[in-house]
């Protein structure tokens, strides 16, 4: 059965980085997009980015260009997620999503809760 | 910056009929922006429900349908149940692989 199993959970100082990861299984890893999102306490779902293990290739929303990194490892089937320079405004849920290209979101991680704090 | 809204808050009675309207600040929503809707309840992570504006997913309930409705994506809930109480989000595609959330819409079924 598909899964996306993330890594635990994070507390971080302000200005540090972090990296969190979506390991995925049960199905084909390089045939899908992997799609991260955020949601910070009592708020909505934010999208970050998306990344095709097949070629590499990421596309990150503006808001977090120049801090936001997404890999894919495909020895593993696994997906990081680094974002740098975190502030408090980056405590929330980070969840990875499965897209098969073409719009079809369907799996999702359990969500990985990054605290930001001194 | 391209913005997607959603009604904050809607309230359905059980059993009733509900429609969630999903606008982009670009113009009309069509098939080209590949709606899907999520279902969140709490502490949960999100559940996709519909994809490609009406697809529902093998897991997905026969009451929620998409559609497109005068230049939205909608999703409509019929004969609710009181396991519908949650948030529900739209996503949409706007190009160059980049997608944005709607707010969300918080339905109370009372």
Redesign the interface.
């Known amino acids: 059965q598909v899964q996306l199993v993330q890594s635990g959970a994070e507390v971080k100082k302000p200005g540090a980085s972090v990296r969190i990861s979506c390991k995925a299984s049960g199905y084909t890893f390089t045939s899908y997009y992997i799609h991260w999102v955020r949601q910070a306490p009592g708020q909505g779902l934010q999208w970050m980015g998306t990344v095709y293990p097949n070629l590499h290739a990421a596309k990150y929303a503006q808001k977090f260009q120049g801090r936001v990194t997404m890999a894919p490892d495909t020895a593993t089937s696994t997906v990081y997620m680094e974002l740098s320079g975190l502030t408090s405004e980056d405590t929330a849920v980070y969840y990875c999503a499965r897209e098969l290209h073409g719009g079809t979101f369907d799996f999702w991680g359990q969500g990985t809760l990054v605290t930001v704090s001194s | 910056?391209t913005v997607v809204t959603q009604e904050p808050s809607l309230t359905v009675s059980p059993g009733g009929t509900v429609t969630l309207t999903c606008a982009s600040s670009t113009g009309a929503v069509t098939s080209d922006y590949?709606p899907?809707w999520?279902q969140?309840r709490p502490g949960q992570?999100?559940?996709?429900l519909i994809?490609?504006t009406n697809?529902k997913?093998s897991w997905t309930p026969a009451r929620f349908s998409g559609s497109l409705l005068g230049g939205k994506a909608a999703l409509t809930l019929s004969g609710v149940q009181p396991e519908d109480e949650a948030?529900y989000?739209c996503?949409l595609?706007f190009g160059?692989?980049?997608?944005?959330?709607?707010?969300?819409t918080k339905l109370t079924v009372l």
Do not use: S
């Open positions: 910056q590949y899907n999520f969140q992570p999100p559940r996709a994809y490609n697809n997913h948030d989000y996503l595609y160059g692989d980049t997608w944005v959330f709607g707010g969300g």
